[in-house]
Protein backbone atom coordinates (compact mmCIF):
# COMPACT_ATOMS: atom_id res chain seq x y z
CA UNK A 1 0.00 0.00 0.00
CA UNK A 2 1.30 3.54 -0.71
CA UNK A 3 0.32 6.35 1.64
CA UNK A 4 -0.41 9.99 -0.26
CA UNK A 5 -0.59 12.63 2.77
CA UNK A 6 -0.01 16.51 1.59
CA UNK A 7 -0.39 19.44 3.77
CA UNK A 8 -3.91 21.31 3.05
CA UNK A 9 -4.06 24.31 1.39
CA UNK A 10 -0.42 24.36 2.51
CA UNK A 11 0.95 27.47 2.10
CA UNK A 12 -1.63 29.30 3.76
CA UNK A 13 -1.51 26.77 6.80
CA UNK A 14 2.21 27.91 7.00
CA UNK A 15 1.18 31.58 7.24
CA UNK A 16 -1.62 30.42 9.42
CA UNK A 17 0.39 29.16 11.82
CA UNK A 18 2.40 32.15 12.96
CA UNK A 19 -0.29 34.43 12.21
CA UNK A 20 -3.53 32.56 14.16
CA UNK A 21 -5.63 35.43 13.32
CA UNK A 22 -5.70 34.60 9.92
CA UNK A 23 -7.67 31.28 10.98
CA UNK A 24 -11.09 30.93 9.85
CA UNK A 25 -11.06 33.95 7.44
CA UNK A 26 -10.65 34.24 3.41
CA UNK A 27 -6.86 33.88 2.70
CA UNK A 28 -4.48 34.08 -0.15
CA UNK A 29 -0.93 33.76 -0.67
CA UNK A 30 0.48 35.01 -3.80
CA UNK A 31 3.15 34.66 -5.72
CA UNK A 32 6.75 36.76 -6.01
CA UNK A 33 5.67 40.66 -6.67
CA UNK A 34 2.30 40.00 -5.62
CA UNK A 35 0.90 38.48 -9.04
CA UNK A 36 -1.51 35.49 -8.50
CA UNK A 37 -3.02 33.63 -6.02
CA UNK A 38 -0.79 30.85 -5.55
CA UNK A 39 -2.75 29.32 -2.39
CA UNK A 40 -6.00 29.50 -1.12
CA UNK A 41 -7.58 28.92 2.16
CA UNK A 42 -11.16 27.15 2.08
CA UNK A 43 -13.27 30.12 2.23
CA UNK A 44 -11.33 32.04 -0.50
CA UNK A 45 -12.01 28.88 -2.50
CA UNK A 46 -15.58 29.33 -1.43
CA UNK A 47 -15.52 32.64 -2.61
CA UNK A 48 -14.40 31.54 -5.84
CA UNK A 49 -10.73 32.41 -6.12
CA UNK A 50 -9.08 30.66 -8.67
CA UNK A 51 -5.92 28.38 -8.70
CA UNK A 52 -3.15 30.46 -9.79
CA UNK A 53 -5.52 33.70 -10.43
CA UNK A 54 -4.53 36.98 -11.22
CA UNK A 55 -4.21 39.15 -8.15
CA UNK A 56 -6.37 42.00 -9.89
CA UNK A 57 -9.07 39.79 -10.88
CA UNK A 58 -9.72 39.23 -7.17
CA UNK A 59 -8.63 41.94 -5.17
CA UNK A 60 -11.97 43.79 -5.30
CA UNK A 61 -12.99 40.86 -2.57
CA UNK A 62 -10.36 42.29 -0.35
CA UNK A 63 -13.14 45.14 0.29
CA UNK A 64 -16.30 43.70 -0.06
CA UNK A 65 -15.41 40.03 1.50
CA UNK A 66 -12.83 40.24 4.51
CA UNK A 67 -10.60 38.48 1.48
CA UNK A 68 -6.99 38.41 3.03
CA UNK A 69 -3.48 38.39 0.87
CA UNK A 70 0.05 37.51 2.07
CA UNK A 71 3.38 37.45 0.11
CA UNK A 72 4.55 34.40 -0.18
CA UNK A 73 7.37 33.42 2.37
CA UNK A 74 9.58 30.30 0.66
CA UNK A 75 11.75 30.39 3.34
CA UNK A 76 8.89 29.37 5.57
CA UNK A 77 7.22 27.07 3.47
CA UNK A 78 10.88 25.44 2.71
CA UNK A 79 11.16 24.77 6.60
CA UNK A 80 7.74 23.90 7.33
CA UNK A 81 8.10 21.29 4.66
CA UNK A 82 11.37 19.79 6.31
CA UNK A 83 9.34 19.27 9.33
CA UNK A 84 6.69 17.81 8.11
CA UNK A 85 8.56 15.25 5.81
CA UNK A 86 10.13 14.67 8.93
CA UNK A 87 7.49 13.18 10.80
CA UNK A 88 5.79 11.53 8.25
CA UNK A 89 9.02 9.70 7.68
CA UNK A 90 8.61 7.99 11.17
CA UNK A 91 5.92 5.89 9.99
CA UNK A 92 7.20 3.95 6.94
CA UNK A 93 10.29 2.73 5.79
CA UNK A 94 9.96 4.12 2.46
CA UNK A 95 9.63 8.01 1.72
CA UNK A 96 9.28 9.42 -1.73
CA UNK A 97 9.37 13.26 -1.75
CA UNK A 98 7.02 14.38 -4.39
CA UNK A 99 6.79 18.15 -3.62
CA UNK A 100 6.63 21.24 -0.94
CA UNK A 101 3.71 19.23 0.57
CA UNK A 102 3.50 15.84 -1.05
CA UNK A 103 5.25 12.60 0.13
CA UNK A 104 4.51 8.96 -1.01
CA UNK A 105 5.07 6.75 1.95
CA UNK A 106 5.30 3.35 1.20
CA UNK A 107 3.65 1.05 3.30
CA UNK A 108 4.23 -2.37 1.56
CA UNK A 109 4.44 -5.49 3.80
CA UNK A 110 3.20 -3.27 7.10
CA UNK A 111 -0.02 -4.99 8.34
CA UNK A 112 -1.34 -2.42 10.92
CA UNK A 113 -4.58 -0.60 10.71
CA UNK A 114 -3.63 1.60 8.08
CA UNK A 115 -6.39 4.59 9.12
CA UNK A 116 -4.92 4.51 12.68
CA UNK A 117 -1.64 5.01 11.23
CA UNK A 118 -3.13 7.69 9.00
CA UNK A 119 -4.95 9.25 11.85
CA UNK A 120 -1.93 8.91 14.12
CA UNK A 121 0.16 10.66 11.70
CA UNK A 122 -1.93 13.69 10.76
CA UNK A 123 -2.27 14.44 14.60
CA UNK A 124 1.44 14.74 15.06
CA UNK A 125 2.00 16.51 12.14
CA UNK A 126 -0.73 18.56 13.14
CA UNK A 127 0.53 18.76 17.27
CA UNK A 128 3.98 19.62 16.16
CA UNK A 129 4.23 21.96 13.15
CA UNK A 130 0.67 23.02 13.35
CA UNK A 131 -0.21 22.18 9.73
CA UNK A 132 -3.51 19.89 8.71
CA UNK A 133 -2.96 17.42 6.27
CA UNK A 134 -4.67 14.84 4.40
CA UNK A 135 -3.51 11.15 3.92
CA UNK A 136 -4.94 8.46 1.52
CA UNK A 137 -4.20 4.90 1.18
CA UNK A 138 -3.96 3.04 -1.94
CA UNK A 139 -2.30 0.04 -3.73
CA UNK A 140 -1.05 2.63 -6.39
CA UNK A 141 0.44 5.59 -6.31
CA UNK A 142 -2.24 6.92 -8.54
CA UNK A 143 -5.03 5.26 -6.49
CA UNK A 144 -3.42 6.80 -3.43
CA UNK A 145 -3.64 10.24 -4.92
CA UNK A 146 -7.17 9.61 -5.10
CA UNK A 147 -7.62 8.44 -2.10
CA UNK A 148 -6.59 11.70 -0.64
CA UNK A 149 -8.53 13.92 -3.06
CA UNK A 150 -11.65 12.34 -1.47
CA UNK A 151 -10.26 12.28 2.37
CA UNK A 152 -9.45 15.79 1.06
CA UNK A 153 -12.90 16.62 -0.55
CA UNK A 154 -15.01 14.87 2.29
CA UNK A 155 -13.58 16.77 4.93
CA UNK A 156 -14.15 20.31 3.29
CA UNK A 157 -17.46 19.55 1.53
CA UNK A 158 -19.55 17.27 3.97
CA UNK A 159 -21.92 15.08 2.26
CA UNK A 160 -19.61 15.04 -0.74
CA UNK A 161 -18.77 11.42 0.43
CA UNK A 162 -19.15 9.76 3.46
CA UNK A 163 -17.82 11.18 6.91
CA UNK A 164 -15.83 8.33 7.33
CA UNK A 165 -13.55 9.13 4.80
CA UNK A 166 -12.99 12.79 5.62
CA UNK A 167 -8.85 13.17 6.68
CA UNK A 168 -8.23 9.91 6.14
CA UNK A 169 -9.06 7.84 3.67
CA UNK A 170 -8.07 4.04 2.82
CA UNK A 171 -9.18 2.24 -0.40
CA UNK A 172 -7.76 -0.93 0.66
CA UNK A 173 -10.26 -1.25 3.37
CA UNK A 174 -13.31 -0.65 1.32
CA UNK A 175 -15.25 -3.45 -0.53
CA UNK A 176 -15.60 -3.31 -4.16
CA UNK A 177 -18.99 -2.06 -4.39
CA UNK A 178 -18.25 0.68 -1.99
CA UNK A 179 -15.27 1.70 -4.26
CA UNK A 180 -17.16 2.33 -7.63
CA UNK A 181 -19.58 4.23 -5.60
CA UNK A 182 -16.78 6.44 -4.41
CA UNK A 183 -15.70 6.59 -8.51
CA UNK A 184 -18.90 7.02 -9.79
CA UNK A 185 -19.37 10.62 -7.55
CA UNK A 186 -15.72 11.40 -8.58
CA UNK A 187 -15.25 13.27 -11.60
CA UNK A 188 -12.65 11.88 -13.55
CA UNK A 189 -10.44 14.83 -13.75
CA UNK A 190 -9.63 14.00 -10.43
CA UNK A 191 -7.37 11.03 -11.06
CA UNK A 192 -3.69 11.79 -11.47
CA UNK A 193 -2.41 12.79 -14.92
CA UNK A 194 -5.68 13.65 -16.31
CA UNK A 195 -5.85 17.41 -17.17
CA UNK A 196 -7.81 20.23 -18.22
CA UNK A 197 -7.71 19.04 -22.39
CA UNK A 198 -7.66 15.62 -21.45
CA UNK A 199 -10.96 15.79 -19.32
CA UNK A 200 -12.71 17.82 -21.88
CA UNK A 201 -12.22 15.53 -24.37
CA UNK A 202 -13.29 12.44 -21.94
CA UNK A 203 -16.16 14.19 -21.24
CA UNK A 204 -17.11 14.68 -24.81
CA UNK A 205 -16.94 10.93 -25.10
CA UNK A 206 -19.17 10.13 -22.49
CA UNK A 207 -16.84 9.29 -19.99
CA UNK A 208 -17.52 11.42 -17.03
CA UNK A 209 -16.46 9.95 -13.67
CA UNK A 210 -13.67 7.83 -12.17
CA UNK A 211 -15.87 4.59 -12.68
CA UNK A 212 -16.65 5.40 -16.30
CA UNK A 213 -13.23 5.51 -17.23
CA UNK A 214 -12.21 2.21 -15.49
CA UNK A 215 -15.28 0.85 -17.76
CA UNK A 216 -13.64 1.90 -21.09
CA UNK A 217 -12.33 0.14 -23.25
CA UNK A 218 -8.81 0.45 -22.21
CA UNK A 219 -7.44 0.06 -26.45
CA UNK A 220 -9.15 2.97 -27.43
CA UNK A 221 -8.37 5.14 -24.49
CA UNK A 222 -4.66 3.94 -25.87
CA UNK A 223 -5.77 4.95 -29.44
CA UNK A 224 -7.28 7.97 -28.64
CA UNK A 225 -6.02 9.86 -25.93
CA UNK A 226 -1.67 8.37 -24.49
CA UNK A 227 -0.22 5.52 -22.97
CA UNK A 228 -0.58 7.88 -20.23
CA UNK A 229 -3.88 8.04 -19.72
CA UNK A 230 -3.89 3.98 -20.67
CA UNK A 231 -1.65 3.66 -17.63
CA UNK A 232 -2.88 5.75 -15.25
CA UNK A 233 -6.82 4.51 -15.71
CA UNK A 234 -4.73 0.49 -14.89
CA UNK A 235 -3.07 1.71 -12.09
CA UNK A 236 -6.79 2.62 -10.92
CA UNK A 237 -7.30 -1.12 -11.35
CA UNK A 238 -4.99 -3.70 -10.25
CA UNK A 239 -1.42 -2.71 -9.43
CA UNK A 240 -0.18 -5.50 -11.93
CA UNK A 241 -1.65 -4.23 -14.84
CA UNK A 242 -0.03 -1.07 -14.40
CA UNK A 243 3.47 -2.38 -13.93
CA UNK A 244 3.41 -4.67 -17.24
CA UNK A 245 1.85 -1.23 -18.86
CA UNK A 246 5.45 0.12 -18.15
CA UNK A 247 7.15 -2.09 -19.11
CA UNK A 248 5.54 -2.33 -22.55
CA UNK A 249 5.82 1.07 -22.58
CA UNK A 250 9.29 1.41 -22.34
CA UNK A 251 9.87 -1.65 -24.40
CA UNK A 252 8.19 0.33 -27.30
CA UNK A 253 10.23 3.53 -26.68
CA UNK A 254 13.96 1.82 -26.96
CA UNK A 255 12.93 0.07 -30.08
CA UNK A 256 11.21 2.90 -31.93
CA UNK A 257 13.92 5.27 -33.58
CA UNK A 258 11.66 7.64 -34.56
CA UNK A 259 10.62 8.48 -30.62
CA UNK A 260 13.90 8.39 -29.27
CA UNK A 261 15.31 10.81 -31.86
CA UNK A 262 12.36 13.16 -30.32
CA UNK A 263 12.14 12.31 -26.87
CA UNK A 264 10.93 15.72 -25.89
CA UNK A 265 7.45 15.15 -26.56
CA UNK A 266 6.47 11.93 -25.22
CA UNK A 267 9.00 12.56 -21.80
CA UNK A 268 6.95 15.76 -21.65
CA UNK A 269 3.77 13.77 -22.29
CA UNK A 270 4.62 11.46 -19.39
CA UNK A 271 6.61 13.96 -16.31
CA UNK A 272 4.29 14.57 -13.76
CA UNK A 273 0.81 16.26 -14.09
CA UNK A 274 0.18 19.79 -15.01
CA UNK A 275 1.55 21.83 -12.67
CA UNK A 276 -0.94 24.05 -11.21
CA UNK A 277 1.54 24.42 -7.85
CA UNK A 278 4.34 25.21 -7.42
CA UNK A 279 6.92 22.82 -7.22
CA UNK A 280 9.20 23.69 -5.11
CA UNK A 281 11.47 21.31 -3.98
CA UNK A 282 12.17 21.79 0.21
CA UNK A 283 15.07 23.20 0.95
CA UNK A 284 17.58 21.95 3.05
CA UNK A 285 19.58 25.16 4.45
CA UNK A 286 17.49 26.41 6.88
CA UNK A 287 18.32 24.24 9.84
CA UNK A 288 15.33 23.01 11.71
CA UNK A 289 15.43 25.41 14.52
CA UNK A 290 16.34 28.23 13.06
CA UNK A 291 13.08 28.97 11.33
CA UNK A 292 12.05 32.63 10.59
CA UNK A 293 11.36 33.92 14.00
CA UNK A 294 8.14 35.29 14.42
CA UNK A 295 7.83 37.24 18.00
CA UNK A 296 5.29 36.16 20.63
CA UNK A 297 4.22 39.51 22.53
CA UNK A 298 3.92 39.37 26.42
CA UNK A 299 2.04 42.65 26.67
CA UNK B 1 48.08 25.43 5.40
CA UNK B 2 46.25 21.73 5.47
CA UNK B 3 49.52 19.58 5.19
CA UNK B 4 52.84 19.19 6.85
CA UNK B 5 54.05 20.66 3.27
CA UNK B 6 52.67 24.20 4.21
CA UNK B 7 55.21 24.75 6.67
CA UNK B 8 58.08 26.31 4.79
CA UNK B 9 61.50 26.16 6.74
CA UNK B 10 61.81 28.94 9.27
CA UNK B 11 57.79 29.86 9.47
CA UNK B 12 56.95 30.90 12.67
CA UNK B 13 54.95 28.22 14.07
CA UNK B 14 53.31 28.94 17.51
CA UNK B 15 50.37 31.05 19.05
CA UNK B 16 50.11 33.41 15.85
CA UNK B 17 51.22 31.21 13.45
CA UNK B 18 49.16 28.90 11.33
CA UNK B 19 47.75 25.90 12.98
CA UNK B 20 49.14 22.41 12.75
CA UNK B 21 46.87 19.85 11.42
CA UNK B 22 45.32 17.75 13.54
CA UNK B 23 46.14 14.91 11.84
CA UNK B 24 48.86 14.56 10.05
CA UNK B 25 49.32 12.30 6.89
CA UNK B 26 52.25 10.41 7.53
CA UNK B 27 52.98 8.88 10.61
CA UNK B 28 55.73 9.75 11.47
CA UNK B 29 55.48 10.33 15.11
CA UNK B 30 53.40 8.45 18.23
CA UNK B 31 49.58 8.76 18.33
CA UNK B 32 48.30 11.47 20.68
CA UNK B 33 45.55 10.70 23.60
CA UNK B 34 44.40 13.54 22.88
CA UNK B 35 43.40 13.16 18.97
CA UNK B 36 42.78 9.39 19.20
CA UNK B 37 39.87 10.25 21.39
CA UNK B 38 38.38 13.56 20.34
CA UNK B 39 34.74 13.99 21.10
CA UNK B 40 31.80 15.58 19.22
CA UNK B 41 31.50 19.42 20.82
CA UNK B 42 28.49 20.26 22.19
CA UNK B 43 25.80 21.05 19.73
CA UNK B 44 23.21 23.54 21.07
CA UNK B 45 20.49 21.91 19.00
CA UNK B 46 21.12 18.97 20.62
CA UNK B 47 21.87 20.41 24.35
CA UNK B 48 18.50 22.12 24.61
CA UNK B 49 16.34 20.84 21.93
CA UNK B 50 14.36 17.60 22.79
CA UNK B 51 12.19 17.24 19.38
CA UNK B 52 14.00 19.13 16.35
CA UNK B 53 10.65 18.51 14.32
CA UNK B 54 8.86 20.91 16.82
CA UNK B 55 11.06 22.91 18.37
CA UNK B 56 10.58 26.91 17.20
CA UNK B 57 12.34 30.22 17.86
CA UNK B 58 10.30 33.37 18.82
CA UNK B 59 11.62 36.85 19.83
CA UNK B 60 10.15 37.81 23.17
CA UNK B 61 8.67 41.51 23.02
CA UNK B 62 7.51 43.34 26.13
CA UNK B 63 8.62 42.54 29.87
CA UNK B 64 5.56 41.27 31.46
CA UNK B 65 7.24 37.88 32.33
CA UNK B 66 9.87 39.15 33.65
CA UNK B 67 8.89 36.96 36.76
CA UNK B 68 9.40 33.99 34.80
CA UNK B 69 12.95 35.38 33.42
CA UNK B 70 11.57 36.53 30.27
CA UNK B 71 12.85 39.73 28.90
CA UNK B 72 11.99 42.09 26.26
CA UNK B 73 14.03 41.13 23.14
CA UNK B 74 14.88 36.96 24.58
CA UNK B 75 15.03 34.20 22.08
CA UNK B 76 12.63 31.70 23.38
CA UNK B 77 12.62 27.60 22.31
CA UNK B 78 9.04 26.64 21.48
CA UNK B 79 8.70 22.91 21.82
CA UNK B 80 5.43 21.61 20.08
CA UNK B 81 5.52 18.43 20.92
CA UNK B 82 5.11 19.06 25.05
CA UNK B 83 1.63 19.28 26.52
CA UNK B 84 1.71 22.32 29.00
CA UNK B 85 0.95 21.42 32.53
CA UNK B 86 0.28 23.67 35.64
CA UNK B 87 3.32 26.00 35.84
CA UNK B 88 4.39 25.45 32.42
CA UNK B 89 5.34 28.88 30.79
CA UNK B 90 3.49 28.69 27.60
CA UNK B 91 2.67 30.36 24.02
CA UNK B 92 -1.05 30.98 23.45
CA UNK B 93 -3.31 31.76 21.60
CA UNK B 94 -5.34 35.03 22.79
CA UNK B 95 -7.47 36.77 20.21
CA UNK B 96 -5.68 35.51 17.31
CA UNK B 97 -2.24 36.40 18.74
CA UNK B 98 0.19 34.77 20.31
CA UNK B 99 1.46 35.18 23.64
CA UNK B 100 3.83 34.46 26.49
CA UNK B 101 2.08 32.99 29.45
CA UNK B 102 2.20 31.20 32.21
CA UNK B 103 -0.57 28.24 32.68
CA UNK B 104 -2.00 28.14 35.95
CA UNK B 105 -4.61 25.18 37.22
CA UNK B 106 -5.95 26.33 40.51
CA UNK B 107 -8.52 25.26 42.74
CA UNK B 108 -11.19 27.40 44.09
CA UNK B 109 -9.81 29.84 46.84
CA UNK B 110 -10.66 33.30 48.15
CA UNK B 111 -12.75 35.01 45.59
CA UNK B 112 -11.53 32.92 42.56
CA UNK B 113 -13.29 30.14 40.72
CA UNK B 114 -11.78 27.01 40.28
CA UNK B 115 -10.14 26.60 36.92
CA UNK B 116 -7.52 27.09 34.47
CA UNK B 117 -5.62 30.70 33.89
CA UNK B 118 -2.49 32.11 32.02
CA UNK B 119 -1.15 34.13 33.98
CA UNK B 120 1.56 37.00 33.71
CA UNK B 121 3.24 39.17 36.24
CA UNK B 122 0.96 41.92 38.42
CA UNK B 123 -0.61 43.96 37.55
CA UNK B 124 -1.63 42.29 34.10
CA UNK B 125 -4.64 40.67 34.51
CA UNK B 126 -5.00 36.81 34.63
CA UNK B 127 -6.79 35.50 31.82
CA UNK B 128 -9.40 33.28 32.72
CA UNK B 129 -10.15 30.01 30.37
CA UNK B 130 -14.04 29.45 30.00
CA UNK B 131 -15.81 27.36 27.74
CA UNK B 132 -16.36 30.37 25.53
CA UNK B 133 -12.49 31.52 25.18
CA UNK B 134 -11.26 27.91 25.14
CA UNK B 135 -7.60 27.45 26.34
CA UNK B 136 -4.66 27.25 22.96
CA UNK B 137 -2.06 26.43 23.20
CA UNK B 138 0.71 26.43 20.85
CA UNK B 139 3.52 25.48 22.59
CA UNK B 140 5.48 25.21 25.88
CA UNK B 141 8.65 27.11 25.94
CA UNK B 142 11.44 25.08 27.24
CA UNK B 143 14.27 28.00 27.22
CA UNK B 144 15.19 31.49 27.56
CA UNK B 145 18.09 32.87 25.44
CA UNK B 146 19.56 35.93 26.48
CA UNK B 147 22.07 37.57 24.93
CA UNK B 148 24.33 39.87 27.06
CA UNK B 149 25.67 42.02 24.31
Same mark, same amino acid.
Given at each position: ??????????????????????????????????????????????????????????????????????????????????????????????????????????????????????????????????????????????????????????????????????????????????????????????????????????????????????????????????????????????????????????????????????????????????????????????????????????? | ?????????????????????????????????? @??? /????????????????????????????????????????????????????????????????????????????????????????? @?? @????????????? /? /?? @?????
Amino acid at each position: MYALIDGNNFYVSCERVFAPRLLGKPVVVLSSNDGACIARSNEAKDLGVKMAQPWFQVRRLEKTAGLIAVSANHELYGDMSARMMAIEARYAPRQEIYSIDESFLDFDGVRDDLVAVGRHMRAAILQETGIPTSVGFGATKTLAKLANNIAKTADRKPGSYPAGLAQVCDFGRLPRDELDALFAATDVGAVWGVGRKTTERLKAGGVHTVLDLLRADITTLRRQFSVVLEKRCASCTAPRACRSTMRRRHASRSSCRARSARPSRRSTASSRPSASSPRARPSACASKAASPAPSASTS | MDSPDDFADGAPVGRDGPAAPPVRRTSSAFGTPG @IDS /TVRRHDLNDVFIRHQDATFMMRAAGSDMRGDGIDDGDTLLVDRALTAQHGSVVIAVVDGELRVRRLERAGAGRGRRAGVRLVADAPVAP @IE @ITEDAPLEVWGVV /T /TV @IKSLL
